[in-house]
């Protein structure tokens, strides 16, 4: 059965800290994808990042990088200098169906708090 | 571009009531997908509407319900509203493929059953 885990429920760090959040993810398909969303305290879910199954290069967007590893079926994200603005719940998110479907299982969410 | 709309933005209902919510995708965009998040179980996927059908459809009882227009705007349904349907329903609408299960989320109805 898929299932996404985000062991980490909670996390707070001190501004200009580096932070990584964990996901770990099961699935019986061998083309699925990733994702990360952000959901600040509007609501909204904002999209980061998605990633394919056959792609497993690490990506780096400014401050934001993703880890992706299939042999320990893990996609973490980490923030490098964390801002205040950082502050939000993140959720890791797996689409499988080869990507047709717009169903998304997505994990529990880690709360992350930057304090200045 | 205008993002994913939904309305209402919030909503109070008492047990035994019935509500519709609506979301308008981004222009564009013909596939609408709901989510259910609640702090028990999180985000929690409804169904999902491409071209005015329904593809797919979560673990959810009979009781929700959802269509999509000819003008892709979509609106789900929950009739005979239990306490446990306090929650925020997030709509998220994407692209036909290849960028098809790239969602982009609206803001969310939060919903409250007294």
């Known amino acids: 059965a898929q299932k996404v885990t985000q062991a980490q429920t909670e996390i707070s760090v001190v501004e200009k800290e580096d932070v990584t959040l964990d996901c770990v993810y099961e699935t019986r398909d061998t083309t699925y994808y990733l994702f990360w969303y952000k959901q600040p305290p509007s609501g909204e879910l904002v999209f980061l990042i998605r990633?394919?199954?056959?792609?497993?290069q690490n990506e780096i967007s400014g401050r934001y990088s993703w880890n992706f590893q299939k042999s320990t079926s893990s996609f973490n994200f980490t923030i490098t200098a964390s801002q205040v603005v950082d502050s939000a719940v993140y959720f890791c998110a797996l689409s499988e169906a080869g990507g047709n479907t717009g169903k998304l299982i997505f994990g529990q969410g880690t709360t992350l708090q930057v304090k200045p | 571009k205008a993002g994913v709309t939904q309305t209402p933005r919030y909503l109070i209902k008492t047990r035994g009531q019935q509500v519709t919510l609506s979301c308008s995708p981004i222009?564009?965009?013909?596939?609408v997908s709901w989510y259910q998040q609640t702090p028990g179980q999180g985000l929690q996927f409804l169904f999902e509407y491409f071209s005015e059908t329904q593809r797919n459809k979560g673990n959810f009882p009979g009781r929700f319900s959802g269509r999509q227009f000819s003008n892709s705007r979509s609106e789900m349904n929950v009739s005979t509203l239990e306490l446990g349907d306090s929650a925020l329903y997030l709509c998220?609408?994407?692209?036909?493929?290849?960028?098809?299960?790239?969602?982009?989320f609206g803001p969310g109805t939060r919903l409250t059953v007294l």
């Open positions: 998220a609408s994407s692209l036909v493929p290849p960028t098809y299960n790239e969602q982009f």
């Open positions: 222009s564009g965009h013909r596939s």
């Open positions: 990633r394919n199954s056959f792609d497993e």
